[in-house]
């Protein structure tokens, strides 16, 4: 059984920084993709960075610049640096896994294991 979990997040004042990590247990050794999702109020939820099973890093457009995911030294671990954060960023924030190969790391329907979100404020 797969377990995704998320921490960090807060609140921050426009232009600050927070980070964000995950950890997802059960994944096995096979290659398979791990991202960052947001929802912000009354919006669907965006993909915002990811890695497909090949590595390969995907940003969001609002996000290019200023956030970085980072795998850790750990299997199965990423984080999310986000800097010059704006109020536009504010949502809550999910970490997620695929069981299996995925092809694209902001493609939500990839992937089928999911955090329970970590709340992210930005005040203007």
């Known amino acids: 059984q797969v377990h995704v979990a998320e921490s960090g997040g807060g609140s921050v004042q426009a232009g600050g920084s927070l980070r964000l990590s995950c950890t997802a247990s059960?994944?096995?050794?096979?290659?398979?993709?791990m991202g960052w999702f947001r929802r912000a109020p009354e919006k669907m939820r965006e993909g915002v960075a990811g890695?497909?099973?090949?590595?390969?890093?995907y940003y969001a457009d609002s996000v290019k610049g200023r956030f970085t995911i980072s795998k850790g030294d750990a299997k199965a671990t990423v984080s999310l640096e986000m800097d010059k954060l704006t109020p536009e960023d504010t949502g809550m924030y999910y970490c997620?896994?695929?069981?299996?190969?995925?092809?694209?790391?902001?493609?939500?329907?990839?992937?089928?294991?999911w955090g329970q979100g970590t709340q992210v404020t930005v005040s203007a």
């Open positions: 890695f497909d099973g090949d590595g390969k890093v």
């Open positions: 059960g994944l096995g050794d096979h290659p398979h993709c």
């Open positions: 997620a896994a695929s069981t299996g190969y995925c092809y694209n790391g902001l493609d939500g329907y990839e992937f089928d294991n």
